[in-house]
């Protein structure tokens, strides 16, 4: 793990912890936890919420098609400036603060529907509202055939994700702090 960006984040979780959610970057095993179910190939148009350092953002950049559409989505200016130090070169990826306003920047990206979506938000510590205008937000930029990926520190927020989605397969992540459970979700119910 990156040294900077370790205390970077732990700097961050301090000074706010309800709008970073963990203490800690998220590990190799949770970010492949989160990613390897993707459909590369055919992930086009993708969105990235909460990003915090960019431990996610860097796989996928490595992992998207050259000439895929990434929004990436952090709150924080400081981690913002990080990710967008790191990716200058990625023409397809722009970074925006507000996740409740995926909409407007994918209709400001020219994107008709997103492939997948990826979370990194703390829902669980999120004003109830915020948690529920993201959610929306998320169910109707999904394509039909569209996924959704979130991680979560507790299993709280699985029946408001099984309200959003037809279909959610849960894993347990041990290797990551703390330990995380992945939800995978298909299917939005618009």
């Known amino acids: ?37 993707v459909d590369w190939d055919n992930a086009n148009y993708i969105a990235e919420l909460g990003a915090g350092t960019g431990v996610f953002t860097r796989e996928i950049v490595k992992r998207a098609k050259p ?30 603060s507000d996740a409740q306003e995926l909409y407007r920047y994918m209709q400001d990206n020219e994107i ?31 394509k039909p055939e569209g996924h959704f990926v979130a991680y979560q520190y507790s299993s709280i927020m699985k029946h408001v994700l099984q309200k959003k989605f037809a279909r959610i397969q849960t894993r347990f992540v041990l290797c990551n702090i703390p330990p995380a459970f992945v939800y995978d979700c298909f299917e939005a119910k618009k």
């Open 1 to 37: 793990m990156r040294f900077k960006e370790s205390m970077t984040f732990i700097k961050r979780f301090a000074d706010s912890p309800r709008r970073i959610g963990s203490v800690a970057p998220s590990s190799k095993f949770l970010t492949n936890a989160m990613l390897d179910r």
């Open 67 to 96: 000439d895929a559409k990434i929004l990436v989505f952090e709150i924080d200016p400081a981690l913002q400036k990080m990710i967008q130090e790191e990716h200058p070169e990625h023409k397809g990826l722009s970074l925006h």
């Open 112 to 142: 008709s529907a997103l492939d997948f979506v990826i979370s990194s938000l703390p829902f669980t510590v999120l004003p109830p509202r915020v948690t529920v205008r993201i959610l929306d937000a998320v169910v109707k930029c999904l």
